[in-house]
């Protein structure tokens, strides 16, 4: 399993919201590549950065907090929010991103999203399936999309997509932990590499989400509240990685 902290952006700032709400937004830190420096440094390979002015915007916003992370670091990040063209996605790539999580487009444009995943392979382009009872979530997660969790995951195994990041926006920044079972019956159901997100708050999570089968497991607010801590993060690289 692998291990993937949380940057989520807000005006070149880290912050966590809670449930997707903008008006519950708490900031944790003025410099992201500071916290991203402290995440390498416990061992971390990987961080999950999410553009929120973007996914609001739906247009990038936070190019620059990208590339100071990119360039100060030896992180491998999947950048999402707000990624909506293809001159999006070079702007990604061009500012230090390894991968791109595209969600919004890949229900509201299918063709496009394929076209993109064709160009960039399986290896670069990340599935975002942001969730809600079930139904995807789009655009910031303001708006319903009427498309179900499974039914994507089920159009995008056959079509080629490798990873996907399943949020559960219902879940997200509580702490209160994830649905188990959610994740394990979709592990179960798609060929998939899922990757789990939303309500993580403890150790044990993590170890639950592992059982269930998922390939990662971002992890957010629970470091930023220190639920887990640095040294807890480091210990669990080494184990997981």
Aim: hydrophobic share 40%; charged share 25%.
């Amino acid at each position: 399993m692998r291990i993937i902290p949380a940057l989520d952006i807000i005006d070149n700032k880290c912050v966590r919201l809670t449930r997707g709400d903008y008006s519950s937004m708490s900031v944790y830190s003025s410099d992201p590549l500071d916290m991203a420096l402290r995440f390498e440094d416990a061992g971390c390979r990987y961080i999950h950065m999410v553009d929120l002015d973007g996914a609001k915007s739906r247009h990038i916003v936070n190019l620059g907090a990208l590339e100071r992370v990119a360039s100060g670091t030896g992180l491998k990040i999947d950048f999402g929010g707000g990624i909506k063209s293809r001159e999006d996605i070079e702007s990604a790539f061009n500012s230090g991103a390894s991968q791109v999580v595209i969600g919004s487009v890949a229900v509201t444009m299918p063709e496009l999203f394929l076209e993109w995943l064709e160009r960039y392979g399986s290896e670069k382009v990340i599935l975002g399936a942001d969730f809600r009872n079930g139904e995807i979530a789009i655009n910031g997660w303001k708006d319903e999309s009427k498309v179900f969790l499974s039914d994507l995951l089920d159009v995008y195994h056959a079509k080629g997509v490798s990873h996907a990041i399943c949020t559960d926006i219902s879940k997200d920044g509580t702490l209160e932990g994830p649905v188990i079972e959610t994740y394990r019956a979709i592990v179960c159901k798609t060929g998939i590499n899922i990757i789990a997100s939303g309500g993580i708050g403890s150790l044990s999570d993590i170890r639950r989400l592992d059982d269930a089968g998922c390939e990662g497991v971002v992890i957010g607010k629970a470091l930023y509240e220190n639920k887990i801590t640095l040294k807890e993060l480091s210990e669990l690289c080494l184990k997981k990685e």
